[in-house]
């Protein structure tokens, strides 16, 4: 099956203020026959850096080179890159943050100046020579802002922090993917899963994927494609993955029921928490945190992370550990 990705800023659904700043900038970029300005996308795994990067170079008729972080870890890998870009090139760096700070040093030089400082030789017999380069324009993605130094940062001209999409965003993603794939989903059960697609466009398109493989397993294949999935279907695939009512996973009860359970609704921090759940810290605070405090269920506190109201109430109607007024109370107190 071929991913689904959006190739042009009208085809892009969700980041509306970053989507209007970007046409501003790539339509001036176009009639200036000019660099696109250097830019630094922000933000969580599967919001769409990447994406974006994409659309800006089809958008301007640029040559798009990728590459992440974790290669560009030695200073000879990163001017291999840099010489063999061409004027008009747009470098995409996933992970920048993960390129060692020797490396980020030479990055920033080279996105200031487009020139590339090399050191031939060692102690007193060593030359710097200076290689001029093309003018290219960088545009590097994270979710670590702050492992990046401070000088790389100022460089970036442009910088767009991504934010979580909506459950109406994600559900418009999920009826158009759908579309796409061959087969149609009502707005209301499209809601449903978007509910479960944690604000997170890759998420929402997973779920899809699987739903598309559900559909081809328990009903006939017609060469038009699979038409309207049903209610029932639906239902019973959402029954499938364990996908309750409020879009809430196997994972997310987990945390929420550790959270109660073990530390008795907190206060926890997240590294206790994670270790508890056996989830990552990362994909604690990536994928399943921001769900749940965006729900209302659980909240940060300086002492770290608690069930709230909301929380206590919600397990006690999923699982009858305790009666609503003690809920209530278990709150207060």
Excluded at 12 to 37: A, C, T
Excluded at 93 to 113: F, S
Aim: with cysteine; hydrophobic share 40%.
């Amino acid at each position: 099956m071929v991913y689904y990705r959006p190739g042009s800023l009208s085809e892009f659904i969700g980041q509306k203020r970053i989507k209007e700043e970007l046409f501003i900038y790539i339509s001036s970029v176009k009639k200036r026959n000019d660099i696109f300005p250097h830019t630094f996308f922000i933000g969580a795994p599967g919001l769409g850096k990447t994406t974006l990067a994409k659309i800006i170079a089809y958008e301007l008729n640029r040559n798009l080179k990728i590459t992440s972080g974790p290669i560009l870890d030695k200073t000879g890998t990163l001017a291999a890159v840099l010489t063999n870009l061409k004027e008009g090139d747009i470098l995409f760096i996933d992970e920048i943050h993960r390129i060692p700070k020797p490396c980020q040093e030479i990055l920033y030089t080279a996105m200031e100046d487009f020139a590339l400082d090399i050191v031939i030789g060692k102690g007193n017999t060593g030359k710097t020579i200076r290689l001029n380069l093309p003018k290219f324009t960088l545009i590097g993605a994270t979710n670590k802002p702050n492992l990046c130094s401070a000088p790389l940062r100022d460089r970036f001209q442009l910088i767009f922090k991504l934010d979580y999409y909506t459950d109406e965003e994600l559900r418009d993603i999920i009826i158009k993917v759908g579309k796409t794939w061959g087969f149609e989903i009502d707005k209301n059960n499209a809601l449903k899963l978007a509910r479960a697609g944690k604000g997170i466009p890759r998420q929402a398109i997973n779920l899809i994927r699987k739903l598309r493989e559900f559909i081809l397993l328990n009903s006939p294949c017609s060469s038009k494609g699979y038409g309207k999935i049903s209610s029932e279907e639906f239902d019973r695939f959402l029954k499938l993955l364990d996908i309750d009512e409020w879009g809430l996973t196997s994972e997310d009860r987990k945390c929420l029921l550790t959270l109660y359970k073990e530390f008795n609704g907190g206060p926890v921090g997240i590294s206790s928490l994670a270790l508890s759940t056996n989830i990552s810290t990362e994909e604690l605070e990536t994928i399943y945190e921001p769900a749940l405090i965006r729900l209302g269920l659980i909240a940060r506190t300086r002492r770290g992370r608690i069930l709230t109201q909301k929380g206590y109430l919600y397990l006690q109607k999923k699982y009858k550990l305790f009666s609503s007024n003690k809920a209530l109370c278990l709150f207060s107190n």
